[in-house]
């Protein structure tokens, strides 16, 4: 059965530094998406992505974030000077009509 | 702005219970409801899906209703198992395709 991956699973990094964190979507779907959850928390909504560009973005989504279909196949999540407060599993989802979502990378930011 | 609340936040109940969640939503201009199953430290698997036109949704010993109108879903979980203990996220979809996720029930059932 298809299905979404995510690396790495598990990424450390001290605040201040990049990340990249990157999904596979489920081949034929054209709708990808990023959520977070912080610990104990709801999952939130950050950025839909459809047809090579952003549909929709949350408030949290600042200038922080970018987010990028490089090769077709890929749809990676940049945080560019991460905080303690991005600290979170970020989880990806695409879709076709109904939206499947990747096991999660859990981000932690020293 | 679409706001998602489920009741209860915990649920501890005996092996062979029959249960129900419960899940609010304050715009009743939703695309279809979602409802989820998230393990600890894990992803999202979805359960069930209603579309805003269905009443309700069945699969295996779950069964999910939908009351658009007043804002309301409820997921049955007939003849509880231990299998079933995890977290129930009820999502809804709005118009423009994203998410939103109400807090979560943790639900635990004992052997």
């Known amino acids: 059965e298809p299905e979404v991956t995510q690396t790495p699973s598990h990424q450390v990094t001290q605040m201040g530094q990049e990340v990249i964190l990157r999904c596979v979507p489920i081949?034929?779907?054209?709708?990808f998406y990023w959520y977070r959850q912080i610990l104990g928390q709801k999952v939130e909504f950050l950025v839909s992505?459809?047809?090579?560009?952003?549909?929709?973005k949350s408030e949290i989504f600042d200038d922080q974030f970018s987010v990028e279909r490089p090769d077709g196949s890929n749809f990676t999540l940049k945080i560019r000077s991460t905080k303690l407060e991005d600290s979170a599993m970020y989880f990806c989802?695409?879709?076709?009509?109904?939206?499947?979502f990747g096991p999660g990378t859990r981000l932690t930011v020293l | 702005k679409q706001e998602v609340t489920q009741i209860p936040a915990a649920l501890s109940v005996p092996e062979g219970e029959n249960l129900v969640l419960n899940c609010s939503f304050t715009?009743?201009?939703?695309?279809?409801l979602q409802w989820f199953r998230q393990d600890p430290g894990k992803g999202l698997t979805s359960l069930l899906l209603?579309?805003?036109?269905?009443r309700e949704q069945t699969s295996g010993r779950l069964n999910a209703s939908l009351d658009k109108s007043s804002g309301r879903s409820t997921l049955y979980i007939a003849a509880s198992q231990p299998g079933d203990s995890a977290t129930y996220l009820c999502?809804?979809?709005?118009?423009?395709?994203?998410?939103?996720f109400g807090q979560g029930t943790e639900l635990s059932v004992k052997p």
């Open positions: 992505f459809y047809n090579n560009e952003i549909s929709e």
């Open positions: 081949s034929n779907h054209l709708y």
């Open positions: 989802a695409s879709r076709a009509f109904v939206q499947f």
């Open positions: 209603i579309q805003s036109s269905q």
């Open positions: 715009d009743s201009a939703i695309y279809n």
């Open positions: 999502a809804v979809n709005d118009q423009g395709g994203k998410l939103i």
